[in-house]
């Protein structure tokens, strides 16, 4: 199988998540090239074929002109998957793509199982597998499904051209106000659906302060206005990696998990077993966290004092 990965620059840098697009081609067992819009300064360290447009003349995203690009690779690859980063870049560029191609597309991809590729639904709680119909497919990749393998050598690079001409500027990106920076803390608790009530995240607030560390949440938690947005975790929030993490009654789905899969150590308290958060857990305790965080918030004052 021959795959087309698609690179991703972000003020004028290779995005981190760049080396999940590879970890997706060892996964299937694929051989991959790349396209990259970007800088000349700035390539990754890929083994294999670079297909390379200059950002300066084609600007950070312009979707006519970085589809024409694509499709360029695409005619010289004949690839039979090309796969994009479950971004907003992906977003728009990937049914562009699936459309020029005449190809299925299928977004937001956890996983490879059976010959088709699973996908989460019913907002995490439920994942499928499904298999397209056509013989080429655009995928886009969930941040954090795929392995990140540590990416060597020097790329064959082919520079490319096409039309940069566009009816859309792309003028920037506006990154939100954060009031709280969690990407500093050395222990973060967060709050999820299963804490049950806005009156409990106040015993994740207890345990965080017991620990000297940050209060965050996943997305239902902030969308139910229980916490502030600032403190949400995962990919419409923050990305972090704090030495200690505890989840607290949040179920795992990949969206939260890609915010924190970095942490140092991780203990989650979920009253389902089953919680697929317990796969990257350290220590996972099954229990009611109403009745296991108070217990815990007051061994930590008792052994040491309320100081991690």
């Known amino acids: 199988m021959r795959v087309l990965l698609v690179g991703e620059c972000r003020a004028g840098r290779?995005?981190?998540?760049?080396a999940?697009?590879?970890g997706f081609a060892v996964a299937l067992g694929a051989e991959a090239s790349m396209l990259l819009v970007g800088s000349p300064d700035d390539l990754p360290a890929f083994?294999?074929?670079?297909y390379f447009a200059d950002s300066r003349v084609y600007g950070e995203y312009n979707p006519e002109a970085h589809k024409r690009l694509v499709m360029e690779a695409v005619d010289r690859e004949l690839p039979d998957?090309?796969?994009?980063?479950?971004?907003?870049?992906?977003?728009?560029?990937?049914?562009?793509v699936a459309a020029a191609m005449n190809a299925a597309q299928v977004s937001g991809v956890t996983g490879?199982?059976?010959?088709?590729?699973?996908?989460?639904?019913?907002?995490?709680?439920?994942?499928?597998?499904?298999?397209?119909?056509t013989s080429h497919v655009v995928l886009t990749?969930?941040?954090?499904?795929?392995?990140?393998?540590?990416?060597?050598?020097?790329?064959e690079v082919v520079r490319i051209d096409a039309d940069p001409g566009s009816k859309v500027e792309f003028l920037g990106c506006m990154q939100p106000e954060e009031v709280v920076d969690?990407?500093?803390?050395?222990?973060?608790?967060?709050?999820?659906?299963?804490?049950?009530?806005?009156?409990?995240?106040?015993l994740v607030r207890e345990l965080a302060a017991a620990l000297g560390g940050e209060v965050g949440a996943s997305r239902p938690v902030v969308d139910a206005g229980?916490?502030?947005?600032?403190r949400q975790i995962g990919i419409t929030g923050q990305s972090v990696a704090p030495e200690l993490y505890v989840a607290c009654g949040i179920s795992g789905a990949i969206q939260h998990v890609a915010g924190m899969k970095g942490s140092g150590f991780i203990l989650a308290v979920n009253t389902d077993q089953d919680a697929p958060i317990a796969d990257v857990a350290d220590v996972f305790v099954v229990a009611d966290l109403v009745q296991f965080l108070p217990a815990l918030t007051a061994s930590l004052k008792v052994r040491h004092g309320g100081s991690f």
């Open 226 to 230: 229980w916490l502030e947005r600032s």
């Open 141 to 155: 990749l969930q941040p954090g499904a795929f392995s990140s393998p540590q990416l060597s050598g020097a790329p």
């Open 112 to 133: 490879i199982e059976g010959g088709g590729y699973t996908v989460d639904s019913c907002n995490g709680k439920m994942r499928r597998t499904v298999s397209p119909l």
């Open 47 to 50: 083994e294999g074929r670079l």
């Open 14 to 18: 290779l995005v981190g998540e760049i």
């Open 20 to 22: 999940e697009l590879s």
């Open 182 to 202: 969690l990407s500093r803390a050395r222990v973060i608790v967060s709050a999820g659906r299963g804490v049950g009530k806005q009156e409990h995240v106040g």
């Open 81 to 96: 998957a090309v796969v994009f980063l479950h971004s907003s870049y992906g977003w728009d560029l990937a049914p562009r």
